[in-house]
């Protein structure tokens, strides 16, 4: 069965840190780009995040570079969400999603989705 699981989320302070897990079962992430993306109640979910297949390459929505880095490591099926600083406003379940091959940012174009990590930043 595919499946995409994430983890690592739950309350921190304003300028606290979280990691998010993404691990993928029933394949192998050696050739998806994977993506994370977020969602506040009342808003549109949002692209914040992505590692290319082969981990050449990163991209960051504005708001979160400087702040998050996403990592894989493939020997694990497991990509990773470093977030420093947070902000109430980071305040959003996140979602892992996986691409075959090339990068994008219009979610519609992913193959898997995971069922979201809730990430809460108040004090």
């Known amino acids: 069965q595919v499946q995409l699981v994430e983890s690592g989320g739950g309350l921190v302070q304003p300028g606290g840190s979280l990691r998010l897990s993404c691990a993928a079962s029933g394949f192998t992430l050696d050739y998806y780009t994977i993506s994370w993306f977020r969602q506040a109640p009342g808003k549109e979910r949002e692209f914040v995040a992505a590692i290319l297949y082969n981990g050449a390459s990163t991209n960051y929505t504005n708001s979160v570079k400087d702040r998050f880095t996403i990592s894989r490591d493939n020997s694990k099926n497991t990509v990773y969400l470093h977030m420093n600083s947070l902000q109430p406003e980071d305040t959003a379940t996140y979602y892992c999603?996986?691409?075959?091959?090339?990068?994008?940012?219009?979610?519609?174009?992913?193959?898997?989705w995971g069922r979201g990590t809730q990430v809460t930043v108040s004090s």
């Open positions: 999603a996986a691409k075959f091959f090339k990068f994008s940012l219009v979610s519609e174009e992913y193959d898997y």
